[in-house]
């Protein structure tokens, strides 16, 4: 049972006697500066803070929050975002977009609405296979916004965990009257990506003037494209297209065509009694070693002739057998999205306000890729007796002529699936249905010189995913059947195109498809009590301003997985005997996960003036401090976190402002991580170092084989030992304002991160058990069978070789990988920005505006246990395999972190007119997987990409169109095509867009 906490009581009890002190009239209007709680101080300039205005919206042309993220320089890449299409339920998809500042994670950005936090979405995903959870601003209606403000520095002192990188406010537009109807068609890709939006807008006073109501409710439809219908991206080869680097045409590291194919990959054997496959050669059609065999048209060369046009080949799949990813697959999904806010307040006659909130959103979002495959590592056999196996008994119609009973007995012989793509399934569809609510009821006031607000707030998010998939027990249930009505995996794909669609069929697919589904809650509720005065106390400097406040929170997360895929309904393969905990084709089991915890926060801010101008001293127009701390204390995290913060803001002179800041902050464990009880994932073609070894002394290739290229299950286990990632925060900049309305900013700033959350490694654990074996010890998370007689023989053959006295290692069953606090991590870089608003000309009026972000720094450190067993590795040459270090060193110029992106505007006023032109820059990366084939030292270079938006605006005063505004815009006016990425999309969808040109109109009338 819950026990309230201290600091619960003190929130209750400063609520209550908050709502009771008397108060004289007064018109109170709330004022939202990020960075601050203390109301009625003016500290422009002192804080790096970044503003999108209704103005810069207008310019973005955004009706999602995703759209509008793009346009913050200091924004990184979208991590999460709706083309995160993802090939299972374990990644995020639907209706999202994550804030990304500096490129630190979605989750050490902290988002607001109002000034008060957001729930969490409900559907994580992974980064370096550690769950992420972070908040989707995708709830946030881009259309209803008064502002944005982007607080571009360290902020746990005032507002908590996830401030690290920054704080992003979305300020909603609730200061209005009156009525207004807008919509919107907006259009790109030859029509065939189509948006339509409808929003309504509304708000009066009543009770003479007491109160006041105002709404916003939304209605938007995109109906989303294919990826046939973009050129480049028809074809997932991208060796030879009009973007494709000079130096890269014909390489084959941008061949992104699939394996998986519906032409099949096979190996041909027995299952043995012990689940062991012992694979069986036959010349020209299965492989000696594996027994490896494929399909393929009989007009390609070797093979042997099967039947309807089909030969089975033992060689390598022909390359223009590979499948083209993009045949079926969706770039823009298909989105619906309805959103609702209101919002409420009534000034009573003692002057305390009451205010409140609320607001709905919901989505809906389709999108479907590829069809589903069958790996090698969801080791389906199909035995000797099914009826369409190639390889089946004597007298079975569809055995293979000529098969000689010396290489194939009369009883036949089992295949195993080893890549294959199933066609007849279709594509793999995803639908996503999302929605969440939130209440807000406080009341505020003024007591003397203090301001004071308590409110109590709750919200929830769901999302339901459901993906079409395969059930392995339904589908080895088809394949196996003796008889004509079993499903046939040997057709083969499309003849007329080897690479696309597959006319063929193998039977009835639907009998075995299922839709997995993935059900997901978050929750978050507050309440909370904050007081702030300008003039706590005068002293030399002037007065000093001060604020404190207490808090406290509810937060939960629930995962809950299809019986699928939870453990519930199970797999065991009836000629295998292999058990698994999935019966979801190639995907692992995650079973369902819940947690929750209480967060109880203290904090005191203080604004001291330390000197003033009348103190007439030199270079000293004015000098002032920002002094803050807060206490937090969790209910699942082992600690109390107290983090502070320091500003100094000097003015040397009227047109300067030099500002620094230095701050402690911290990132508490997310409930996944914490709650986590396990979760498998398979990966083809690892290597059990040891095992690997053993076999080469021995001398077996069979072993060799098994040993070196297998499937590992590796089992992510939460920790709830984990402790917070602790940042430090330093800031220093200048503001110059030379002329009127000429503003100039610079800001340097750098993060230092310790105890970042991560895994210690698959590879790592294999390397630590080498370790430990060859010092009569053995790694605990490194789970294996027992030992055979032949794993013995290989172990004496390896300390023969070697000098040493091993106990033989059996068969790797799966390695346990528990999430730690790990790696440290230094990012630095510079923001730049400059603004003008001209004079009113005889032209009209101009406002011209510049932000820049710059990273001179993105360096991730290796853990101290990663570094020891690298060390032992350099040392020791019985130790094999490498090391994994997550992606340690630099990562400026990574695939996902540009040095530079800017963007530059201008917006003209004349009378009745406005229009505005923005450029927005993202500077190159590289793409350090891709090498030219003859020189790996060059690597592909993903250029710099500039898009420009445009719009022209009009304002009707008279007749029956007054009060009706009509905007004709253009986003990415140049239909700017994103450059050349190596993925099967051929762009970056975190970085880039392939909406192209899109053309709008919106029309809005105010009654």
């Excluded at 902020?155 to 406010?169: C, E, F, L, Q, W």
């Excluded at 494209?225 to 297209?241: K, L, M, P």
């Excluded at 040997?490 to 597959?502: E, I, K, L, R, W």
Aim: one cysteine or more; proline letters at 4%; hydrophobic letters at 35%.
């Amino acid at each position: 049972m819950f026990k309230p906490h201290p600091l619960s009581i003190a929130i209750i009890a400063s609520l209550s006697a908050g709502t009771a002190i008397a108060q004289e009239n007064a018109a109170l209007e709330e004022v939202i500066v990020t960075g601050t709680h203390i109301k009625g101080v003016d500290i422009a300039g002192a804080l790096p803070v970044s503003q999108l205005s209704k103005e810069d919206l207008d310019l973005a042309g955004a009706l999602s929050t995703e759209e509008l993220i793009g346009e913050l320089p200091q924004a990184g890449q979208v991590e999460f975002n709706s083309s995160s299409e993802g090939t299972s339920s374990n990644n995020v998809r639907g209706d999202v977009a994550s804030i990304n500042l500096r490129g630190l994670g979605a989750d050490s950005t902290l988002v607001l609405v109002n000034g008060r936090r957001m729930v969490l979405n409900p559907s994580s995903s992974t980064r370096d296979g550690v769950p992420i959870q972070f908040v989707n601003s995708a709830m946030i209606p881009a259309s209803g916004l008064d502002r944005v403000e982007v607080l571009r520095d360290g902020a746990a002192a005032i507002y908590g965990t996830d401030a690290v990188a920054g704080v992003v406010n979305y300020v909603l537009d609730t200061d209005y009257e009156g009525f207004e109807i807008k919509t919107r068609y907006g259009s790109g890709h030859s029509d065939s990506l189509g948006e339509t939006s409808i929003q309504f807008r509304g708000g009066f006073e009543f009770n003479e003037g007491a109160s006041n109501l105002t709404f916003f409710a939304s209605d938007f439809n995109r109906s989303g494209v294919t990826a046939q219908e973009i050129d480049y991206t028809q074809n997932s080869d991208y060796r030879d297209t009009d973007r494709t680097p000079a130096l890269f045409v014909g390489d084959t590291s941008l061949r992104n065509l699939s394996t998986f194919t519906p032409w099949g990959q096979f190996n041909l054997g027995t299952v043995n009694s012990d689940g062991s496959f012992s694979p069986v050669g036959v010349s020209g059609v299965a492989r000696s070693s594996d027994g490896r065999f494929h399909l393929q048209p009989d007009t390609a060369s070797g093979g042997v002739e099967y039947k309807d046009g089909l030969a089975i080949d033992d060689g390598t799949l022909n390359s223009d057998l590979r499948y083209n990813i993009n045949d079926l697959r969706m770039i823009i999904p298909n989105l619906e999205r309805r959103q609702f806010f209101t919002t409420f307040t009534h000034e009573f006659d003692s002057g305390i306000e009451l205010f409140s909130e609320a607001s709905y959103y919901e989505s809906e979002y389709d999108t479907f890729f590829g069809p589903n495959v069958i790996s090698d590592v969801n080791k389906m056999y199909i035995p000797k007796t099914a009826y369409y196996n190639p390889f089946g008994a004597v007298g079975n119609p569809n055995r293979l002529a000529g098969l000689s009973t010396d290489d194939v007995p009369e009883e036949g012989l089992d295949v195993k699936i080893d890549r294959l793509r199933l066609y007849d399934t279709g594509p793999r569809k995803i639908a996503t249905e999302s929605d969440s609510h939130r209440f807000l009821v406080g009341f505020r006031g003024t007591w003397d010189d203090w301001d004071w607000e308590s409110a109590a707030y709750t919200s929830a998010a769901k999302a339901e995913d459901s993906q079409l998939s395969v059930s392995r027990s339904k589908f080895y249930e088809a394949v196996s059947r003796s008889t004509p009505d079993a499903y046939n995996p040997f057709t083969g794909g499309n003849f007329a195109d080897p690479a696309n669609g597959d006319p063929s069929s193998g039977g009835d697919a639907s009998e075995f498809t299922v839709n997995v589904e993935r059900k997901n809650k978050t929750e978050i509720s507050g309440i909370d009590f904050k007081a702030s005065t300008p003039n706590l106390v005068s002293w030399a400097g002037g007065d000093i301003g001060a604020a404190f406040g207490v808090e406290q929170r509810r937060e939960t997360y629930r995962d809950d997985r299809d019986p699928l895929l939870d453990g519930t309904v199970t797999f065991t393969h009836p000629l295998s005997g292999e058990f698994f905990s999935s019966d979801v084709m190639g995907v692992s089991a995650t079973p369902d996960t819940y947690g929750a915890r209480e967060v109880y926060s203290a904090y005191a801010e203080f604004l001291v003036p330390m000197v003033n101008e009348g103190m007439d001293i030199p270079l000293v127009k004015s000098l002032d401090a920002q002094i803050a701390v807060r206490a937090e204390s969790y209910s699942d995290v082992d600690e109390d976190i107290v983090k502070p913060k320091f500003a100094l803001a000097w003015r040397p002179a009227d047109w300067l402002q030099v500002r620094s800041a230095f701050s402690k902050g911290f990132r508490a464990p997310n409930l996944e991580t914490l709650n986590l009880t396990v979760q498998e994932r398979f990966n083809n073609n690892q290597s059990d170092f040891l095992r690997c070894a053993a076999g080469q002394a021995a001398g077996t290739p069979e072993t060799d084989v098994d040993a070196c290229q297998q499937s590992i299950n590796t089992r992510r286990l939460g920790n709830k030992d984990l402790q917070s990632e602790e940042s430090e925060n330093l800031t220093f900049g200048f503001v110059v304002e030379p002329l009127e309305g000429l503003v100039f900013t610079a800001d340097w700033w750098r993060i230092e991160q310790e105890g970042v959350v991560g895994l210690f490694g698959r590879d790592n654990h294999l390397i630590l058990d080498q370790i430990m074996r060859l010092n009569d010890s053995s790694n605990p998370n490194v789970i294996r069978a027992a030992a055979t007689a032949q794993d013995q023989d290989e172990i004496d053959a390896y300390n023969a070789a070697n000098g040493t006295s091993l106990e033989a290692v059996g068969q790797l069953l799966h390695v346990n990988d528990t999430f730690l606090n790990l790696q440290p991590r230094t990012i630095e870089g510079a923001d730049f920005s400059v603004a003008y608003d001209t004079d009113e000309f005889s032209i009209g009026s101009f406002t011209l505006k510049f932000d820049g972000a710059y990273i001179a720094k993105w360096d991730q450190e290796a853990s101290p246990q990663v570094e020891e067993i690298q060390a032992a590795v350099n040392s020791n040459p019985l130790l094999t395999g490498s090391v994994s270090s997550f992606s340690s060193g630099s990562r400026i110029q990574d695939e996902a972190t540009p040095r530079w992106r800017a963007k530059a505007s201008v917006t003209w006023r004349k009378d009745n007119w406005r229009a505005g032109l923005s450029a927005r820059y993202v500077g190159k990366v590289y793409d350090p997987d891709v090498k030219q084939d003859d020189d790996p030292s060059i690597i592909l270079k993903i250029p710099s990409w500039t898009t420009v938006n445009t719009y022209v605006n009009y304002k009707f005063e008279e007749g029956v169109l007054d009060n009706t505004n009509i905007r004709l815009g253009a986003n990415n006016l140049f239909d700017e095509e994103p450059p050349l990425f190596d993925s099967s999309r051929g762009y970056s969808p975190a970085l880039h867009s392939a909406r192209g040109r899109y053309v709008y109109l919106d029309v809005s009338k105010k009654f």
